[in-house]
């Protein structure tokens, strides 16, 4: 069991950048890929972004490809999302999962744990 914890989120205006972070805590942070998941108001979750379990393979929603980038560092158990020409279309909810032996997914079904998510306002 890994137990993750979001932070970094805020109210900003559009183009700035926001980095977030997320800790991980319980089985061996490298045993886990990762995904950032957002979840607009009133809307679904949705993918952002994944991170296989060593780091060597990322990948984006098309939305976010190009401004986003996700990393990890296992040393520190700890999960990124670098969120480069925000725009007021990215608020949302955010919040990191960790799939168990997985390689990174686009669905949160396959993702076994969950933060409890940190709210990014990007103001136009």
């Known amino acids: 069991q890994v137990h993750l914890v979001e932070s970094g989120g805020g109210l900003v205006q559009a183009g700035v950048t926001l980095r977030l972070s997320c800790a991980a805590s319980g089985r061996t942070f490298s045993s886990y890929a990762m995904g950032w998941f957002r979840q607009p108001p009133g809307k679904e979750r949705e993918f952002v972004a994944a991170i296989s379990r060593i780091g060597g393979n990322t990948y984006y929603a098309d939305s976010v490809k190009g401004r986003f980038t996700i990393s990890r560092d296992n040393a520190k158990s700890t999960v990124y999302l670098q969120m480069n020409s925000l725009k007021p279309e990215d608020t949302a909810v955010y919040y990191c999962?960790?799939?168990?032996?997985?390689?990174?997914?686009?669905?949160?079904?396959?993702?076994?744990?969950w933060g409890q998510g940190t709210q990014v306002t990007v103001s136009s």
């Open positions: 999962a960790a799939q168990y032996i997985g390689v990174g997914g686009t669905k949160p079904a396959e993702y076994d744990y």
